[in-house]
């Protein structure tokens, strides 16, 4: 919606035609248009609302009572300009009949780039400029980008994204300007509480791109929460396929330094900064792995027989730059932490970013399920079923736990 401020003293038939105007546009209603005749009028408005549009004559009382000051419009600018109790109009249009009035402004407009027009009763043009304002302010509303509560991310669109746009929540695709993401708002709702939610999918595998799409996302829309779903390779014998993986902490597994020992050979010595999510959070996940609270209905309402049980599991995920096949390496991961669940290749650039922000810093956590061990028997078979496990614990988690 559109707020207008109309400054005018006496001149009863200018202001009705600009308020007759205004409410030819459907996102100005009647409220949003407020008239008032003097500057200190105006200035009292200015303090208590934000004003889209301030159209305003230029021979104006300074005060309630006053006669028309020639220079009343002039000051009123001038206390827009310095004074910065005021909430600065987005634009600003002059309309004046007199001559004089209208020559003595024109330099200062033109300067600050307002639009000034000189009303006439006999010609349209300046109507024609002042709708094009308008309609130029409502375009500019619509382009705005609302805030969201929740902010989901994953990796990759096939399996990990399709699993979250096959959620309940009236998904509907848009797209921001200048950004090649593409974006899915929807909502969450529970006894008439609703949270508005965003999901987009990064460009590419990696933790940089997880990283990259947490900050812009964090930015532009400054969710409360931030959390990744989605498929990750499981420690075999502490985790079965479809499990859910909380990360707690989340590392960096190639951090380190790669050196020689005295005998010759390479080693490595990792040293990862790892990331805790809240301990709220890690405490109510406690309590949801132990009373299984909604993880065996997710289990159930799967299209296909599973033969073992569906769990949740709390505690370590190493993040690194490549996809493993090779047992190996995930063993000498595994050293990293000796209660190792995961690894994967995204989460800790989602919580690093979450947590690097300047001033928005959202909750971050991740939910990936098991798909595969990380070993040469990886396959697809176990991908759909872990995407849908994910996504749709989050789904209940954020039905259950964060609607209130």
């Not at 002039?74 to 009035?101: A, Q």
């Not at 990259?212 to 779903?229: A, E, H, R």
């Not at 290749?345 to 798909?371: R, T």
Request: charged content about 30%; some cysteine; proline content about 3%.
């Amino acid at each position: 919606m559109i707020k207008v401020l109309i400054v005018d003293d006496n001149d009863y038939d200018k202001t009705q035609v600009i308020i007759k105007l205004l409410k030819e546009f459907k996102e100005i209603s009647e409220n949003d248009i407020i008239e008032v005749k003097d500057t200190s009028s105006a200035k009292r408005i200015l303090k208590e609302e934000k004003i889209d549009l301030l159209i305003l004559d230029i021979k104006i009382p300074i005060n309630n009572g006053d006669d028309a000051d020639p220079e009343g419009g002039r000051i009123l600018l001038e206390d827009i300009h310095l004074d910065n109790t005021l909430n600065k109009p987005i634009s600003i249009v002059g309309i004046s009949s007199i001559d004089d009035s209208y020559l003595k402004v024109q330099s200062a407009f033109n300067n600050n780039l307002w639009t000034l027009l000189k009303f006439d009763r006999t010609s349209d043009n300046w109507k024609i400029s002042l709708k094009n304002k308008i309609q130029y302010l409502i375009d500019r509303d619509s382009e705005k980008l609302e805030e969201v509560d929740i902010a989901i991310i994953t990796a990759l669109f096939d399996r990990e994204l399709e699993a979250i746009l096959k959620l309940p929540c009236n998904w509907k695709e848009f797209n921001i300007k200048n950004d090649s993401t593409i974006y899915y708002k929807g909502i969450i709702e529970k006894n008439n509480i609703s949270l508005n939610i965003i999901a987009a999918a990064c460009s590419r595998m990696g933790m940089s791109a997880s990283a990259s799409l947490t900050t812009k996302i964090c930015m532009t829309f400054k969710p409360k929460y931030i959390f990744m779903t989605g498929i990750t390779a499981g420690i075999e014998g502490k985790c079965k396929f479809g499990d859910i993986l909380v990360a707690d902490p989340a590392w960096d597994w190639g951090n380190g330094k790669l050196t020689i020992d005295k005998e010759g050979n390479p080693i490595f010595n990792s040293s990862p900064n790892q990331i805790k999510i809240d301990k709220r959070y890690r405490e109510l996940l406690r309590k949801i792995s132990v009373n299984r609270s909604y993880v065996d209905q997710i289990r159930n309402n799967w299209n296909e027989d599973i033969e073992h049980i569906l769990s949740l599991h709390i505690g370590p995920v190493a993040s690194g730059a490549a996809v493993l096949e090779d047992p190996l390496i995930a063993s000498s991961i595994k050293k990293q932490h000796r209660e190792l669940l995961g690894i994967e290749m995204e989460i800790y650039g989602m919580m690093l970013a979450a947590e690097s922000l300047p001033d928005h810093q959202p909750i971050s956590i991740a939910f990936k399920s098991v798909c595969d061990y990380a070993d040469t028997n990886k396959n697809d078979k176990w991908q759909k079923y872990a995407a849908y496990t994910s996504a749709t614990f989050v789904y209940e988690f954020i039905k259950e736990h964060l609607i209130n």
